[in-house]
T-cell receptor
Framework: AQTVTQSQPEMSVQEAETVTLSCTYDTSESDYYLFWYKQPPSRQMILVIR??????QNATENRFSVNFQKAAKSFSLKISDSQLGDAAMYFC?????????????FGKGTKLTVNP | GAVVSQHPSRVICKSGTSVKIECRSLDFQATTMFWYRQFPKQSLMLMAT?????????EQGVEKDKFLINHASLTLSTLTVTSAHPEDSSFYIC????????????FGPGTRLLVL
């Protein structure tokens, strides 16, 4: 079964600085999707960024970018110019591309604190 | 785009009663909807997957007779917690995938259930 591991239960960053959240996963598949979701105190899950495994180029969304290392099965999230509103739980998630399964497998999350 | 709503946002009920939670995709047709449960400070646990017009697929350990799921249309799925007990108190979140774009799940804002 696929597993997603987030090894950092908590992280903190100073406002305007850069922080990287780690995520590793285990799969025998070659085609899949990876996601980072943000869950602020409101508990609304918000899609931050998505990466298709077949794409070598790392996904970027404004201040958010990923470092996707397929061979190492690593998918870290970099947040640049951190803002107070970035404070939230961040979940890494994996989804198969084939086989009919649309299920997301989530990591346990990393709580990010942004210090003013 | 890709907005998912849930109703109610929070509900308190007496032990032994049933509670229905609605999940709606507001601006797209949802081929598949998912129901998750989240305990405090934990990750999301998938309960079941439902496709419009067919029976839901439940995850191992989830009682299908206790958590009734109906996916009556392409924009509405309901979760009914039957004969609720205090241990059913939790945060329930739904998500949906859009027809033709099944790789990404969009989440509702969640429903907090408290069973007294």
């Amino acid at each position: 079964a696929q597993t997603v591991t987030q090894s950092q239960p908590e992280m903190s960053v100073q406002e305007a600085e850069t922080v990287t959240l780690s995520c590793t996963y285990d799969t025998s598949e070659s085609d899949y999707y990876l996601f980072w979701y943000k869950q602020p105190p409101s508990r609304q899950m918000i899609l931050v960024i998505r990466q298709e495994a077949y794409k070598q180029q790392n996904a970027t969304e404004n201040r958010f970018s990923v470092n996707f290392q397929k061979a190492a099965k690593s998918f870290s999230l970099k947040i640049s110019d951190s803002q107070l509103g970035d404070a939230a739980m961040y979940f890494c998630a994996y989804r198969e591309d084939q086989g009919g399964s649309e299920k997301l497998v989530f990591g346990k999350g990393t709580k990010l604190t942004v210090n003013p | 785009g890709a907005v998912v709503s849930q109703h109610p946002s929070r509900v308190i009920c007496k032990s032994g009663t049933s509670v229905k939670i609605e999940c709606r995709s507001l601006d797209f047709q949802a081929t598949t909807m998912f129901w998750y449960r989240q305990f405090p400070k934990q990750s999301l646990m998938l309960m079941a997957t439902s496709n419009e017009g067919s029976k839901a697929t439940y995850e191992q350990g989830v009682e299908k007779d206790k958590f009734l799921i109906n996916h009556a249309s392409l924009t509405l799925s309901t979760l009914t917690v039957t004969s609720a007990h205090p241990e059913d108190s939790s945060f329930y979140i739904c998500s949906a995938t859009e027809r033709g774009k099944q790789e990404t799940q969009y989440f509702g804002p969640g429903t907090r259930l408290l069973v007294l």
